[in-house]
């Protein structure tokens, strides 16, 4: 027998505005974008994802290949470096990086102008702060052994060599902290200003995918430094954050 569908049921359908698309169907069409050919509207579509909070290594990822095959290098290299803040123990990343790298003709210090940062990345690679956390609660343990059984040598060597493990460790992400964000020139040619305003004047450019030191920022400018050591404002459009 055919199913008949109520009159009412009918118009609510009919009267149903479409079902929004989840991120991951937006993502997932970006991937057909990108595949297809259409670098554009994929780079859109990422860029507004990552706008509305969605964030991941793979968003990166996929962002940068979008980019590389728009030859826009150094918003692909933001997006790799972007990934790799996410997900530091990502293989295939460093090995992008160096490709972007190459391909953009910059030496290895210009992509990486604060090595304190690779403390950084290395201690959330591998979870120092919860190693820190076990040598100091193993340290305390071997200290309160060394009150109740003092008649054994083993708990005090322990309690010493655990207590200065636990507090060299915890140097490294203190370290990683002292780092100075950073920023990816988007834009080759970028003009280096004298000042953060509409008016000031150009002394300088900036290369497409430098790796720059973010000293200072205003609401549409950020001051850097470059590898030469000249510092002056650029545009927040020609200078992306790595950080977030």
């Known amino acids: 027998m055919r199913r008949v569908v109520p009159a009412f049921a009918l118009l609510l359908a009919l009267a149903s505005p479409g079902r929004a698309e989840t991120p991951a169907e937006r993502f997932r069409a970006a991937g057909e974008q990108l595949r297809g050919g259409d670098a554009v509207k994929a780079v859109a579509t990422y ?7 969605v964030e991941s290594a793979s968003l990166y990822w996929n962002w940068a290949q ?12 933001w997006a790799t470096l972007r990934a790799r803040e996410i997900d530091p123990g990502d293989r295939a990343l460093p090995r992008e990086i160096q490709r972007l790298r190459e391909a953009a003709n910059l030496d ?3 992509i990486a102008p604060e090595p304190l940062a690779a403390l950084e990345r290395a201690s959330r690679r591998f979870h120092v702060g919860w190693l820190v956390v ?8 071997s200290h309160a052994a060394v009150r109740l059984a003092p008649a054994h040598r083993w708990p005090a ?13 915890g140097a490294v992400p203190l370290a990683g902290a002292l780092a100075r964000p950073t920023g990816v020139v988007v834009r080759g040619g970028a003009p280096l200003l004298d000042s953060a305003s509409t008016t000031a004047h150009s002394i300088g450019s900036l290369r497409q995918a430098e790796v720059v030191p973010l000293l200072e920022s205003s609401p549409d ?3 850097v430094e470059d590898s030469s050591g000249a510092r002056g404002w650029a545009h927040r459009d020609d200078v992306w954050p790595v950080e977030p």
Request: no cysteine; hydrophobic share 60%; glycine share 8%.
């Open 47 to 53: 860029r507004e994802l990552a706008a509305a909070g």
């Open 157 to 169: 060597p322990t309690a010493w060599a655990t207590l200065v493990l636990a507090g060299a460790l």
């Open 134 to 141: 076990a040598l100091a609660a193993l340290s305390l343990a």
């Open 221 to 223: 400018y950020v001051r």
């Open 108 to 110: 290895p210090a210009e």
């Open 66 to 77: 979008a980019a590389s095959a728009r030859g826009e290098t150094g918003e692909a290299l």
